[in-house]
């Protein structure tokens, strides 16, 4: 590597959606000293302690550092060259488009991809193979609020920024664990009412979490009861003067329905605090709160987003702000907090089965064929593809017979887990991405690919503030691990297809650039939609020097630019007409009710020390400490009623599988509720998977599985 490397290479924490700035440097016994960086505007040189840990995950014990094939008359994955591994990938895949259809094979991708990573995947599935069967892990965690925006706005679009989080007077934190989950942003709340006393703090989550140690109001409403309580919200607003009647006339439709709609159930406050089971003075206090303080930001996350009602939550509170005109101002509006670090770069080209590209429609005929005239492609798919529930649903059924698993452990994370590990065991072609050698989901692979993990790999992210900032390699390519856009180019030139042949992933993000300036060249109204115009044509060394900035970037304005921090200042919205929409949202419980059998609620979170399935953050004995193993946290009197105590193995089951943890009490956990981290995998000794557990019910707009809600039963083990 380059000496300058050594004195720091700045780059993005590759954990959570705050995108925080990172100062690597690689030391001369090869260790990798961390820091934040303090010159990037996310998190100004903080970190939390998993960013500052970084360089204890950066070792390449545990590494995937060879391509790897399972022959037909062998169990054991063997070596092989990448020529082979990558013609047995591209002739499977082949093999099976044209025995099947292009809707027969499928991708299964991932946040932690890079943008660059992400569009070369898009384009060869949508473009070249013509299916839309490419979906996400994004889809767990922020597809909802991806649906809310686009009912709402016209388009999924964050309309505020990080600092509006400082200039609010009141900070409203629905189902978002921030101190733990976005610990910088909670770090700057916090740091902000040293100053700003008199701002105000609320936290709606059924769990007392370590957010609420700052709050001022901790509402711990029941599981799944968001909409009443926004619908309750919104008829109180309208009933008390703080309708902004002015910004409703004149940017907004269908306040009247979606208000009717909202007193139908919830104009009662009593009425609601009851279904939400909450006190009633407390949400008349919030309510007032609410109503009485202009700078509002409601910033929301997997609470919200993971549940059957996910998109309808989102709405709920999208329509408090619309109706009060709040959003699009300084210190105010909707604020959907993403979980990992490239969901929204994800978004940006496409990454879910119904987008396209450039936040275009795959639905929307004008959409495909502008994307296809752009790329030149053969062919372009014709309808959203499978969800991730569907898609693993579809390779059990048959439908789909060969997936390539990219950056993400679903037989861990997706709901009904044990129903992947059957749809994966079945599947004709398993191909997996990654850089960790044995996970529970790589041991169905039969082609094993090693990619480059963080430091050693180069491109954007998107944060949830709207910033692209850079990942930058700062340590060598691990064996023969390669880039994730790479290996995937070099797989759609085996296939036959053009289009592909880019040399860096500085030449990937022009063309993804250049796509968002030709699609608002072609419809118009580019201060309205995802527009990267200020970023095209970028050389080598403007890539490497690229500073963070926020979209949309209408113009270069050289160095200094740093884009648009908030959105829809002009009132106009990317809906057709320019307004926005009211979404009329019918408060409904979750899918799945608890019976005598399963009398328990599931709930379901990350601990703050660990992310996803443990492949990164378990290789650090100071993150292991904070909480050594899984857990199952509940009520010491719901531990009584069903014959457990804390500090004794105990078995959860639902109607879907079961696992066994550590009972514990004391996590802030309401009667009625167990709460286990997402975190703990198949390979200890006992299986911790808690996705084996999880109802794989999902939101009928967004997909999104109800992560949130699950009817299970505890017993000794
Ligand atoms: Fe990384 Fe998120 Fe922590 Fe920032 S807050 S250092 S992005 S994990």
């Known amino acids: 590597q380059p000496a300058?490397?050594?004195?720091?290479?700045l780059t993005t924490c590759p954990y959570c959606g705050v995108g925080c700035g990172v100062r690597a440097t690689v030391n001369s016994d090869g260790q990798v000293d961390i820091a934040g960086d303090e010159t990037h505007a996310s998190n100004l040189g903080r970190l939390c302690v998993k960013g500052s840990a970084l360089g204890e995950t950066v070792a390449l014990d545990g590494?995937?550092?060879?391509?790897?094939?399972?022959?037909?008359?062998?169990?054991?994955?063997?070596?092989?060259?990448?020529?082979?591994?990558?013609?047995?990938?591209?002739?499977?895949?082949?093999?099976?488009?044209?025995?099947?259809?292009?809707?027969?094979?499928?991708?299964?991708?991932?946040g932690q991809l890079l943008t660059e990573?992400?569009?070369?995947?898009?384009?060869?599935?949508?473009?070249?193979?013509g299916s839309a069967n490419i979906d996400t892990n994004s889809r767990l965690c922020m597809s909802s609020a991806v649906a809310g925006h686009k009912r709402a706005f016209g388009a999924d679009l964050v309309p505020v920024c990080y600092e509006d989080l400082e200039l609010a007077d009141l900070v409203v934190l629905v189902g978002s664990n921030t101190a733990w989950c976005h610990p910088i942003l909670f770090q700057r709340i916090a740091k902000i009412r040293e100053t700003r006393p008199q701002m105000k703090l609320v936290v709606i989550d059924p769990r007392r979490t370590a957010t609420c140690e700052l709050a001022d109001l901790h509402l711990p409403l029941k599981a799944g009861s968001d909409v009443w309580l926004f619908n309750g919200l919104f008829s109180f607003l309208a009933g008390n003067g703080a309708v902004d009647e002015d910004f409703v006339a004149e940017h907004t439709n269908g306040m009247t329905t979606a208000l009717e709609v909202a007193e139908t159930?919830?104009?009662?406050?009593?009425?609601?605090?009851?279904?939400?089971?909450?006190?009633?003075?407390?949400?008349?206090?919030?309510?007032?709160?609410?109503?009485?303080?202009?700078?509002?930001?409601?910033?929301?996350?997997?609470?919200?987003?993971?549940?059957?009602?996910?998109?309808?939550?989102?709405?709920?509170?999208?329509?408090?702000?619309?109706?009060?005109?709040?959003?699009?101002?300084?210190?105010?509006?909707?604020?959907?907090?993403?979980?990992?670090?490239?969901?929204?770069?994800?978004?940006?080209?496409?990454?879910?089965?119904?987008?396209?590209?450039?936040h275009m429609e795959l639905d929307n005929p004008q959409h495909r064929q502008?994307?296809?005239?752009?790329?030149?492609?053969?062919?372009?798919?014709?309808?959203?593809?499978?969800?991730?529930?569907?898609?693993?649903?579809?390779?059990?059924?048959?439908?789909?017979?060969?997936?390539?698993?990219?950056?993400?452990?679903?037989?861990?994370?997706?709901?009904d887990a044990d129903q992947v590990q059957r749809a994966l065991k079945k599947c004709e072609l398993v191909v997996i991405s990654d850089i960790i050698e044995k996970t529970d989901t790589n041991a169905f692979a039969h082609v094993l690919l090693p990619a480059l993990g963080w430091g050693e790999k180069d491109g954007t992210v998107t944060s949830s503030e709207r910033c692209i900032s850079r990942q930058r390699?700062?340590?060598?390519?691990?064996?023969?691990?390669?880039?994730?856009?790479?290996?995937?180019?070099?797989?759609?030139?085996?296939?036959?297809?053009?289009?592909?042949?880019?040399?860096?992933?500085?030449?990937?993000?022009?063309?993804?650039?250049?796509?968002?300036?030709?699609?608002?060249?072609?419809?118009?109204?580019?201060?309205?939609?995802?527009?990267?115009?200020?970023?095209?044509?970028?050389?080598?060394?403007?890539?490497?020097?690229?500073?963070?900035?926020?979209?949309?970037?209408?113009?270069?304005?050289g160095e200094e630019q740093r884009g648009t921090a908030r959105l829809f200042a002009d009132g106009r919205f990317a809906h057709a007409d320019g307004r926005a929409r009211f979404v009329a949202t019918v408060p409904r419980a979750p899918q799945h009710a608890t019976d005598g059998d399963y009398?328990?609620?599931?709930?379901?979170?990350?601990?703050?020390?660990?992310?996803?399935?443990?492949?990164?953050?378990?290789k650090s004995p100071r993150l292991a400490d904070h909480v050594p193993e899984s857990f199952i946290d509940m009520h010491p009197q719901d531990a009584l009623l069903y014959g457990v105590r804390a500090g004794m193995l105990a078995r959860v089951s639902s109607r879907w599988g079961e696992m066994v943890a550590r009972v514990q009490h004391g996590g802030g956990i309401a009667r009625g509720?167990?709460?286990?981290?997402?975190?703990?995998?198949?390979?200890?000794?006992?299986?911790?998977?808690?996705?084996?557990?999880?109802?794989?019910?999902v939101d009928p707009v967004s997909g999104e599985p109800e992560f949130k809600h699950t009817p299970v039963r505890i017993e000794e083990f």
Not at 404 to 409: D, E, R
Not at 599 to 618: A, C, E, F, I, K
């Open 4 to 9: 300058a490397k050594l004195a720091g290479t």
């Open 63 to 110: 590494r995937l550092l060879y391509p790897k094939i399972r022959s037909d008359d062998c169990q054991e994955l063997q070596p092989v060259s990448w020529d082979t591994a990558l013609d047995k990938v591209a002739h499977g895949f082949r093999r099976i488009i044209e025995q099947h259809g292009p809707n027969a094979v499928a991708l299964y991708v991932s």
């Open 117 to 129: 990573d992400y569009y070369v995947a898009n384009k060869l599935m949508k473009g070249y193979i």
């Open 265 to 358: 159930d919830c104009a009662d406050l009593a009425a609601v605090a009851n279904i939400c089971k909450l006190d009633p003075q407390d949400l008349r206090t919030f309510y007032q709160w609410f109503a009485d303080n202009q700078k509002v930001v409601t910033a929301f996350s997997q609470g919200v987003n993971q549940s059957s009602a996910g998109t309808d939550k989102v709405n709920s509170i999208i329509n408090c702000h619309l109706l009060t005109g709040r959003i699009g101002k300084p210190g105010m509006g909707p604020f959907s907090i993403t979980g990992q670090p490239n969901a929204m770069g994800g978004r940006e080209v496409g990454g879910l089965a119904n987008m396209l590209a450039a």
């Open 370 to 415: 502008t994307v296809q005239t752009f790329w030149q492609s053969p062919r372009m798919a014709e309808r959203p593809g499978l969800k991730a529930v569907d898609l693993f649903q579809a390779i059990e059924a048959g439908r789909v017979k060969a997936v390539w698993i990219m950056a993400t452990n679903p037989v861990v994370s997706l709901p």
């Open 473 to 557: 390699a700062f340590l060598p390519a691990p064996g023969e691990a390669r880039a994730d856009w790479r290996i995937i180019c070099q797989v759609a030139q085996r296939m036959g297809y053009d289009g592909f042949d880019f040399a860096s992933a500085h030449q990937v993000f022009d063309e993804h650039a250049g796509l968002s300036t030709y699609r608002n060249g072609v419809d118009g109204g580019p201060h309205r939609v995802f527009n990267l115009s200020g970023l095209r044509g970028m050389d080598q060394a403007r890539f490497d020097a690229m500073q963070p900035v926020q979209w949309p970037l209408l113009s270069d304005a």
């Open 599 to 618: 009398p328990l609620s599931l709930n379901t979170g990350r601990v703050r020390d660990q992310w996803h399935t443990m492949t990164r953050t378990g």
């Open 673 to 697: 509720s167990l709460f286990v981290p997402i975190h703990w995998n198949g390979q200890s000794a006992s299986d911790a998977r808690v996705g084996a557990l999880v109802n794989p019910v």
